[in-house]
């Protein structure tokens, strides 16, 4: 049980496109769903704080026109990069966190990485 | 403050034990977690513990808490090739309503064959 997917797995776009990532929670409910950021060799950053049916929370220095997310069900989060440039290249990863287990654990999924060129 | 530090690598030869440790400044952590990251994949929950308790055992891994030193380390038993990868320490902060993750800078262990 707790499993977290992500689509796509990988993708490479062009500069000033929009890429949209999904985060799916495919065996529990999630109303709380968060957004990382990973650079090579580093740690994770926390994005955002999705929560189902408001609006994202979004950490400082996040640019919250930059990276959209929508939390319209309690099993999907999407990530979306608008604009992106090659210094949104990086490694994404999301997570959820299971209301009924008790315990504020989170999920991951297996990460986005995404190559802008 | 919401800092999480680590050593950037540790090596260890296979068999030995090793031995990750973690610092981190928020003593209001609730819980505190390890996680393994293998190359080019997501997050692996290896174990955690809470913050009222100060050690926990789960086959090869033993986790110590000093809470009043804020440290927290990781030792992995019999360590295997398959072991290699980065660790990273978590602690769980509630924030704005919320609980969050701040991770540690990731520590890369390597073994040696």
């Known amino acids: 049980g707790a499993v977290v997917s992500q689509h796509p797995s990988r993708v490479i776009c062009k500069s000033g496109t929009s890429v949209k990532i999904e985060c799916r929670s495919l065996d529990f409910q999630a109303t709380t769903m968060f957004w990382y950021r990973q650079f090579p060799k580093k740690s994770l950053m926390l994005m955002a704080t999705s929560n189902e049916g408001s609006k994202a929370t979004y950490e400082q220095g996040v640019e919250k026109d930059k990276f959209l997310i929508n939390h319209a069900s309690l099993t999907l989060s999407t990530l979306t990069v608008t604009s992106a440039h090659p210094e949104d290249s990086s490694f994404y990863i999301c997570s959820a966190r299971d209301l009924s287990a008790g315990v504020n654990e989170q999920f991951f999924g297996p990460g986005t990485r995404l190559t802008v060129l | ?113």
């Open chain 2, 1 to 113: 403050g919401e800092d999480v530090e680590q050593s950037l690598f540790l090596s260890v030869r296979e068999g030995d034990s090793s031995v990750i440790n973690c610092t981190y400044t928020d003593s209001s952590s609730t819980y505190l977690y390890w996680y393994k990251q293998e190359p080019g994949a997501g997050l692996q929950l290896l174990t955690y513990i809470f913050s009222n308790m100060d050690m926990k055992q789960d086959q090869r891994l033993t986790v110590l808490l000093n809470k009043k030193d804020k440290h927290l380390s990781l030792r992995i038993a019999d360590t295997q090739t398959g072991d290699s990868a980065i660790y990273f320490c978590a602690e769980s902060i509630r924030t704005s309503g919320t609980y969050k993750y701040i991770f540690g800078t990731g520590t890369r262990l390597k073994v040696l064959a």
